[in-house]
């Protein structure tokens, strides 16, 4: 088995990079979505979340309103460490049943978004950072996800520079092309994850 932890910076295109890895055979741990599963309705996630910051936190519905909770973390550094100290664990003992249940010669993708900001690079074999400008990341985020300028830089300063995402780079996809262009890249760099180069 091969551990893959795959970060990159919000608007880098870190999602088509997984899934052009899935569709090349990768096992895919999503931790995004594992983050979601821990704090679902009814779970110990959620309750240790509504005692921390509130049940001003929570819909009408009891499940989780994210975007409130997102205005208090992003907005406080403290709020934030406190947020991560209750679901990095849940998440971690989520991914760890999920890799155990693939192959011996699987290549297993962690898609982390935070593997730098936490310093989880040495959890992996390798780490694969998929790397865009500033510039074009703020597009995508503005462009194609109806953030406001403001509401992207922010995003983007809550999490770790980009410079030390690359210091923790074993391989970099380079995205500030086309898509065809990080297909080729991910063409290059799929035989050495998977020990056929």
């Known amino acids: 088995m091969r551990t893959v932890g795959l970060t990159g910076g919000i608007g880098a295109g870190k999602s088509e990079a997984v899934r052009l890895l899935a569709a090349r055979g990768a096992v895919i741990v999503d931790a995004d979505l594992i983050a979601r599963e821990v704090v679902a309705r009814g779970t110990l996630g959620l309750a240790a979340v509504t005692a921390e910051f509130g049940p001003e936190v929570l819909t009408p519905e009891g499940t989780l309103d994210r975007a409130r909770l997102g205005e208090i973390v992003f907005a406080d550094e403290s709020r934030r460490r406190a947020l991560n100290a209750i679901v ?76 030390e995402r690359l210091a923790i780079a074993d391989f970099v996809l380079d995205n500030d092309g086309t898509l065809d262009d990080l297909e080729r890249q991910v063409d290059e760099l799929w035989p050495r994850l998977a020990g056929t180069a």
Do not use: C, F, N
């Open 88 to 163: 990095h664990p849940l998440v971690a003992a989520r991914s760890a049943e999920l890799q155990a249940a693939a192959g011996p010669d699987a290549v297993v993708v962690h898609d982390v978004p935070l593997i730098a900001e936490g310093g989880l690079q040495d959890r992996y074999d390798v780490v694969v950072v998929v790397d865009a400008s500033e510039k074009t990341r703020l597009d995508r985020l503005v462009r194609l996800r109806g953030m406001t300028e403001e509401e992207a830089r922010a995003r983007m300063a809550a999490q770790a520079t980009r410079e």
